[in-house]
């Protein structure tokens, strides 16, 4: 499976932005589908955004417009850009990836997950 590690979370006031980011390591294939993720206290891991090893993106309603995936070009890094945050994209972020040709799809699809980084946007 693939190593992810997540970084670039934290607290940051509503309108504010971040940057996570996602080192990824270890592939055993040749191309990978990437995403992130997050999961809110008592409730469901949901898809934020996700990426083909093309450069196609795929994102939740709730962030469109607002949130940015990106790759670096050697597919080693990750990386979310989240601007005009609000109060409830308050959630654990995590990093997955599954062989391609999958794509899109729920958590339980996806293989290789990061231990997450915590993002805050207080009331």
């Known amino acids: 499976q693939v190593q992810l590690v997540e970084s670039g979370g934290g607290s940051v006031q509503a309108g504010g932005s971040l940057r996570l980011s996602c080192a990824a390591s270890g592939y055993t294939y040749s191309t990978y589908y990437m995403a992130w993720f997050r999961q809110a206290p008592g409730k469901e891991r949901k898809g934020v955004a996700g990426?083909?090893?093309?450069?196609?993106?795929t994102y939740a309603d709730s962030v469109k417009g607002r949130f940015t995936i990106s790759q670096d070009n050697a597919k080693t890094t990750l990386y979310l850009q989240m601007n005009s945050l609000k109060p409830e994209d308050t959630a654990m972020y995590y990093c997955a990836a599954r062989p391609e040709p999958g794509g899109w799809g729920p958590h339980w699809l996806f293989r290789s997950w990061g231990t997450g980084t915590q993002v805050t946007v207080p009331q």
């Open positions: 990426i083909t090893s093309d450069g196609i993106t």
